[in-house]
């Protein structure tokens, strides 16, 4: 491989010294290890190599794989998710903690090893002492040796190609994405209604922007955002304007209300026949 290739990737990845799962791609193995997560799609992911999305470690092991070819390497903590910075580690009061939305009903209670969002960062409890809890802002396998066991399945070589292995790791499905190219450096991509209410989507689309750039040499990019009516709407709406008749050869006229047929049934006739 070489730095701008655009590979999917098949892996499983370990804490060295606890054996202990980091990320899979496969299914049965996060089911093996007790973390399976039906939202998740298990299937080889979309990498661009050199790229920096991936840790830096097997970024860099990527260059020397072959595809079709499983390859395993030990990574450094300093070349997969970083040091453990000490100064990363708080600690809040138990009133704090129990004040966030996951526990405010009271039928989940913190715990040690959970994920939290507070003061709008993300933090793992690692600890409950005195009333309090302390809260690790490192990542999550920050210090850690990972083990990582991985096989080029595919490289990506035609633009459509390219430009959905870029959605998909900017932010996901890209099917749900209809995207048109016009000319060499330009594309209209048709937003999905998903993106419309997710707050995420902003940082994703900075990215997005910026991968397309930088990986398919497009100057122009257009983001649109449709807002279509359903067919069901719309049959709901004909259906509560259209006029009651019992006669099948009625011809009314649903704008006007007028009807030429003297034998039609409908309401607004017989009025007219009761004033004559």
Request: aromatic share 8%; charged share 40%; glycine share 6%.
């Amino acid at each position: 491989m070489k730095d701008g290739d655009f590979i999917r990737l098949d892996f499983d990845a370990f804490v060295k010294e606890t054996e202990q799962l980091v990320d899979t791609t496969h299914e049965e193995v996060a089911k093996e290890h007790d973390v399976y997560n039906e939202r998740v799609s298990y299937s080889p992911i979309a990498v661009i190599v050199g790229s920096g999305h991936i840790v830096k470690g097997l970024d860099k092991d990527l260059l020397d794989a072959k595809k079709g070819k499983e390859r395993e390497l030990e990574i450094s903590s300093a070349d997969a998710f970083g040091e453990k910075d000490p100064k990363l580690v708080e600690v809040f009061q138990e009133r704090k903690i129990l004040s966030l939305p996951e526990f405010r009903k009271g039928d989940t209670y913190p715990a040690e090893g959970m994920e939290i969002r507070i003061n709008n960062k993300i933090g793992i409890i690692s600890g409950r002492f005195a009333g309090r809890y302390r809260v690790d802002f490192n990542h999550r396998w920050a210090g850690k040796t990972i083990v990582y066991k991985y096989t080029v399945t595919d490289l990506i070589t035609k633009k459509e190609g390219k430009l959905n292995a870029i959605i998909e790791s900017s932010y996901m499905n890209p099917e749900e994405f209809q995207a048109s190219f016009k000319g060499k450096d330009a594309v209209d991509i048709t937003l999905p209604d998903m993106v419309k209410l997710d707050q995420g989507w902003a940082m994703a689309k900075f990215k997005l922007v910026s991968d397309l750039r930088a990986h398919l040499g497009l100057k122009t990019i257009r983001l649109i955002e449709e807002y279509v009516k359903k067919e069901e709407e719309e049959e709901k709406v004909e259906e509560e304007h259209k006029h009651e008749c019992d006669d099948p050869d009625c011809k009314h006229d649903e704008e006007h209300h007028e009807c030429e047929d003297p034998d039609c049934s409908h309401d607004s006739h017989k009025e007219e026949e009761k004033k004559e």
